[in-house]
């Protein structure tokens, strides 16, 4: 049989109906229409099309009902594909289900469903004991086991247990059943449909706790269910046969958006890395429906070994495709029904699944039945003598055959049944099914936190009761006596972190200390804050809770989820989508979706002491580096900054959403100890490490330079600011531009261009001479260079400066236009171009070099030549009394090294002070300039009377150039003397 495919279009989400998306999605019988935004169509037909986007009322009980003949729900949606299941599965059939889509088309909505709204699986998990009960006779049993993994980051983890091991489970090939098996995954026997919500509730719990932790959400991870299905039949001898189905359900990870990342070009072909799973699937079921190659990569991922039987294996298999119906998602769609169109060619092989003893039983007798058949024929009776020897002989052989697998059989039946009990055994369960039961009773009572996850399915799971007179708040711990009330894994949670206070029925929350991170209602906590119901609590960089306080719960009240609170923490820090325009709401919505992945990043790197860091930044396209282009849209890309030198390079979000799925691999890897010697850990220092950056340059500032002039012909000059990613400015530049010929020499004072339509058709030259520059911020002074881009018909740069924030370049270029067309005069007289300054990245120190001397005592580390004063001069505190923080005093004696120190330890103490010694040295030094330059000006104006504004000036002059910007000037009380004001006076300056 071939895969049956469905396909299912929602109805428009809360962004697309905001963005007022146009509808390009059409559904006919089973052919489904796809039209872009010209008006072109694609066809595709399917086994079903299921129109889910409008034509539906919502009744009382939030159950989402037809309003007409259109509209599947979901128990429409039951009828056909979660029947077929059941229908498979009865008769002995290996049978799969699984939803594909991008993230957020609705892949979760069809499998589970939300509240009332129940999707395939658990109505199919439902109906199929309900069947069962029917079905039970004296002559007839059944047995049914469950299992629930999740496949993230090509691990797989067992959701029925609430820890997991270190890499995962491993996946093995069982060559006897020609598929692969999860190794050690637990089974557990289940007797009612009750049994299998409570496993599910389990393991969505556990799931929740996990996805916290690491900050991954289900929309990047796989999820499968599976259950074994034994039908076990006595026939009129005693003897029993049995029929199995493995049901399995798959809940595949949401195809990456990729304009949602800035994911282009050569990117967005070969996939990121997030995709890499569903690209290897995508790989499978090409290679099957087109049936040419006799190798099928299954062994690509975890995912494809997993899924075998499913594709091109003994299983009846479905998939349901789920498509958004916007056209602002157009791509990603047509992409969705491209790869369900694929998947309606595959076909399976699936047999009857009856156990080897029963097999071998039956053919022995249809044998036989034949034997008889052929004795008997033409009237004639079987005669005694050496045929009946013959049958005799036979029968007994086979009884020997028979009864020797049987034993065999069993004794393996038994195994399976020990390992299955002991599974269930060591599960933990219990702890976790407790909590659940004790919190169903106490939601409507006692006041509580519940999380906020971007997954529906995920939301409002995990609740942490607040029924003591204090609750602290900290990081999870194996001792849960020793641990806080409410533990909490994840990022930047610190071992004490917060207290929640209660007084009768006011509930007051506190951060432990300033670097305990906590938010309410999207801002900082700076104080003691009272709890309100429905206040948003966020822990850390991705522990985000919702304060319910039952008695104070209204129907009024408005719903919160997490899309709500993560707008309002954007909100908090100064993108707001209210009153713009749409390119600026579709900037924000990227700025939404990048805030929580920076967050999480950023805590990695501070945990692991990466020494970099990274923020958003809206820049536009012609403060690129060399931007060839005319426009100037804006566009949200990455900043990532070296902390230790200041370094910073320049990303796009697809390159960022790469780097990210990388640093939580190996994050996950390195958590489970912890260990700060571990090589992973520290700045990066070559390209395996996701936080590596190549050495090169970065743009200081960019001025903008208007070319109205040149359209007429006209030469002009300035000196132009320069403005970094955050508009602040930089330093400037001074330049001229002057029209020329082909030799770089100028036309004359009288030249001028009536019309800019004179220049159509004729070659343009232009001599860009770059003068000086003069930078606000002496850590950019170690290596300079100035670069003029004339949209995409040239560029001038210049030399490298070294040592100075004020270069002289003095350098001229003549830049070429060949020919002058109608659109190059309509840029020359409303467009731009860019006048770049950039800096050389600098090198971190040598970590060998720069040691410690108190650690390179350690044996083996001690250099003859070193000597101990050289660091311990650098480290010392300054003399209250010293003329320069230069001043040398007395050399520290180093401590002795511990004899039982590895080499290891020492090797990563001696990178990790390295680094902090790294990092006085550059403010020392900064120190020292401001402390002489501020002694020297303290001295010009000593004991003379002063006007502040002057005084004040060169204050500033001097902060600008280190990089800073001061405080006001902080001016005495003056002394009145009658009614006379003095119009001088003293200045207290204070540093």
């Given at each position: 049989d071939n895969v049956k495919v469905a396909v299912r279009v929602r109805p428009f989400n809360k962004r697309e109906a905001e963005r007022n998306a146009q509808l390009c999605i059409q559904m006919n019988g089973q052919q489904t229409i796809i039209c872009d935004n010209a008006g072109n169509e694609r066809k595709f037909t399917f086994d079903y099309s299921y129109w889910s986007h409008d034509g539906y009322k919502e009744a009382e009980n939030g159950q989402l009902v037809p309003n007409g003949s259109l509209y599947a729900d979901q128990q429409q949606v039951f009828n056909?594909?979660?029947?077929?299941?059941?229908?498979?599965?009865?008769?002995?059939?290996?049978?799969?289900?699984?939803?594909?889509?991008?993230?957020?088309?609705?892949?979760?909505?069809?499998?589970?469903?939300?509240?009332?709204?129940?999707?395939?699986?658990?109505?199919?998990?439902?109906?199929?004991?309900q069947r069962m009960e029917k079905a039970k006779s004296p002559n007839k049993r059944f047995k049914c086991t469950f299992s629930m993994l999740e496949i993230y980051n090509e691990q797989v983890r067992d959701l029925l247990v609430a820890k997991s091991c270190k890499g995962g489970l491993s996946v093995r090939e069982d060559t006897k059943q020609g598929r692969f098996v999860v190794k050690d995954l637990s089974t557990v026997q289940v007797q009612s449909y009750a049994d299998i919500e409570t496993q599910m509730d389990i393991g969505t719990?556990?799931?929740?706790?996990?996805?916290?932790?690491?900050?991954?959400?289900?929309?990047?991870?796989?999820?499968?269910?599976?259950?074994?299905?034994?039908?076990?039949?006595?026939?009129?001898?005693?003897?029993?046969?049995?029929?199995?189905?493995?049901?399995?359900?798959?809940?595949?990870?949401?195809?990456?958006?990729?304009?949602?990342?800035?994911?282009?070009?050569?990117?967005?072909?070969?996939?990121?890395?997030?995709?890499?799973?569903?690209?290897?699937?995508?790989?499978?079921?090409?290679?099957?429906?087109?049936?040419?190659?006799?190798?099928?990569?299954?062994?690509?991922?975890?995912?494809?070994?997993?899924?075998?039987?499913?594709?091109?294996?003994?299983?009846?298999?479905?998939?349901?495709?789920?498509?958004?119906?916007?056209?602002?998602?157009?791509?990603?769609?047509?992409?969705?029904?491209?790869?369900?169109?694929?998947?309606?060619?595959?076909?399976?092989?699936?047999?009857?699944?009856?156990?080897?003893?029963?097999?071998?039983?039956?053919?022995?007798?249809?044998?036989?039945?034949?034997?008889?058949?052929?004795?008997?024929?033409?009237?004639?009776?079987?005669?005694?003598?050496?045929?009946?020897?013959?049958?005799a002989k036979l029968r007994r052989e086979m009884e020997e055959e028979v009864r020797a697998e049987m034993e065999r059989l069993a004794k393996e039946m038994a195994f399976q049944e020990d390992k299955e009990t002991s599974n269930?055994?060591?599960?933990?369960?219990?702890?976790?099914?407790?909590?659940?039961?004790?919190?169903?009773?106490?939601?409507?009572?006692?006041?509580?936190?519940?999380?906020?996850?971007?997954?529906?399915?995920?939301?409002?799971?995990?609740?942490?009761?607040?029924?003591?007179?204090?609750?602290?708040?900290?990081?999870?711990?194996?001792?849960?006596?020793?641990?806080?009330?409410?533990?909490?894994?994840?990022?930047?949670?610190?071992?004490?972190h917060a207290t929640i206070q209660k007084e009768g029925n006011v509930f007051t929350l506190a951060a432990c200390s300033e670097i305990a991170e906590t938010k309410v209602n999207g801002k900082a906590l700076k104080d003691k804050h009272t709890l309100q119901h429905n206040d948003r609590v966020l822990f850390g960089s991705n522990n985000l809770f919702l304060f319910i306080n039952p008695s104070q719960a209204s129907e009024a009240d408005q719903h919160i989820d997490y899309d709500w609170a993560q707008a309002e923490l954007a909100k908090a820090s100064g993108f707001d989508l209210e009153g713009k325009d749409i390119e600026e709401q579709r900037r924000i919505e990227a700025v939404l979706e990048m805030l929580p992945m920076v967050a999480e990043v950023n805590a990695i790197a501070e945990e692991m002491t990466k020494g970099m860091h990274f923020e958003i930044a809206l820049v536009s396209s012609q403060q690129l580096i060399g931007a060839a282009t005319e426009t100037n849209d804006t566009v949200v890309m990455l900043r990532a900054i070296e902390t230790m030198t200041d370094n910073q390079w320049l990303i796009d979000r697809g390159e960022f959403v790469d780097r990210r799925y990388e640093i939580q691999a190996v994050y996950e890897t390195w958590s489970y100890t912890h260990?700060?010697?571990?090589?992973?850990?520290?700045?990066?220092?070559?390209?395996?490490?996701?936080?590596?950056?190549?050495?090169?340059?970065?743009?200081?500032?960019?001025?903008?330079?208007?070319?109205?002039?040149?359209?007429?012909?006209?030469?002009?000059?300035?000196?132009?600011?320069?403005?970094?990613?955050?508009?602040?400015?930089?330093?400037?530049?001074?330049?001229?531009?002057?029209?020329?010929?082909?030799?770089?020499q100028p036309f004359g004072e009288d030249h001028y261009v009536d019309d800019p339509v004179e220049l159509l058709g004729k070659p343009f030259y232009l001599k860009v001479t770059i003068e000086e520059a003069n930078i606000n911020s002496a850590r950019y002074s170690h290596g300079l260079k100035a670069i003029f881009q004339l949209g995409s018909f040239g560029r001038m740069e210049t030399e490298w400066k070294?040592?100075?924030?004020?270069?002289?370049?003095?350098?001229?270029?003549?830049?070429?236009?060949?020919?002058?067309?109608?659109?190059?005069?309509?840029?020359?007289?409303?467009?731009?171009?860019?006048?770049?300054?950039?800096?050389?990245?600098?090198?971190?120190?040598?970590?060998?070099?720069?040691?410690?001397?108190?650690?390179?005592d350690a044996p083996g580390l001690r250099s003859p030549a070193r000597s101990a004063t050289t660091t311990s001069t650098l480290l010392t505190t300054m003399p209250e009394n010293a003329p320069s923080p230069t001043s040398s005093p007395p050399p520290l004696d180093p401590p002795e090294p511990k004899p039982e120190l590895a080499a290891t330890e020492v090797q990563s103490q001696v990178a990790t002070l390295e680094h902090d010694l790294a990092a006085k040295e550059a403010a020392l030094h900064i120190l020292s300039g401001k402390h002489e330059k501020l002694r020297d000006a303290c001295k010009q104006w000593s004991g003379k009377v002063m006007d502040p504004a002057q005084f004040w000036n060169q204050v500033v002059a001097l902060a600008f150039e280190h990089g800073e910007t001061p405080a006001p000037p902080v001016y005495p009380p003056l002394e009145q003397q009658g009614d006379a004001v003095p119009t001088k006076t003293s200045i207290c300056v204070v540093m």
């Open positions: 056909d594909l979660g029947n077929l299941v059941l229908e498979n599965a009865w008769a002995g059939f290996n049978t799969s289900l699984f939803a594909y889509g991008q993230t957020g088309s609705g892949k979760s909505y069809s499998m589970v469903g939300y509240g009332v709204n129940r999707g395939i699986v658990p109505i199919s998990c439902e109906e199929l004991f719990h556990n799931r929740t706790v996990a996805s916290t932790k690491m900050n991954n959400t289900s929309s990047r991870a796989h999820t499968i269910i599976s259950i074994n299905f034994e039908q076990i039949t006595r026939d009129e001898k005693g003897q029993e046969m049995t029929k199995s189905s493995e049901i399995n359900l798959v809940d595949l990870a949401g195809s990456e958006r990729a304009s949602s990342t800035g994911a282009t070009g050569a990117r967005l072909k070969e996939g990121s890395n997030i995709n890499r799973s569903l690209s290897s699937l995508g790989n499978v079921i090409a290679a099957l429906a087109e049936g040419k190659s006799k190798h099928v990569p299954y062994r690509d991922s975890v995912l494809t070994k997993l899924l075998k039987n499913a594709l091109g294996g003994n299983s009846k298999t479905i998939m349901i495709a789920a498509l958004s119906p916007a056209s602002i998602n157009y791509d990603e769609t047509l992409s969705t029904l491209r790869y369900a169109d694929r998947a309606k060619q595959i076909t399976n092989k699936a047999v009857v699944n009856e156990s080897p003893t029963d097999k071998l039983i039956r053919e022995l007798k249809e044998q036989v039945e034949i034997l008889k058949n052929q004795l008997g024929s033409n009237g004639t009776s079987p005669t005694p003598g050496a045929d009946a020897v013959d049958i269930v055994s060591n599960s933990g369960q219990q702890d976790t099914l407790n909590a659940i039961e004790a919190s169903k009773s106490k939601l409507t009572t006692v006041p509580h936190l519940t999380n906020l996850n971007q997954d529906p399915s995920l939301d409002r799971v995990v609740k942490h009761f607040l029924e003591s007179d204090s609750s602290r708040v900290g990081k999870a711990v194996d001792d849960s006596a020793a641990g806080p009330e409410i533990p909490l894994g994840g990022l930047s949670i610190r071992k004490d260990d700060p010697t571990d090589s992973v850990c520290g700045p990066p220092s070559n390209e395996t490490d996701p936080f590596f950056f190549k050495r090169g340059e970065f743009v200081v500032g960019t001025a903008t330079v208007l070319l109205k002039f040149l359209a007429h012909g006209l030469e002009f000059d300035g000196e132009y600011e320069l403005m970094d990613y955050h508009a602040k400015q930089q330093g400037t530049v001074k330049a001229s531009f002057v029209p020329c010929d082909a030799d770089g070294s040592n100075t924030t004020r270069p002289l370049f003095k350098q001229s270029q003549v830049l070429t236009m060949s020919t002058v067309q109608s659109s190059t005069v309509e840029w020359l007289e409303q467009g731009t171009a860019s006048l770049q300054l950039l800096c050389s990245h600098r090198d971190r120190p040598s970590p060998v070099s720069r040691a410690p001397s108190k650690l390179l």
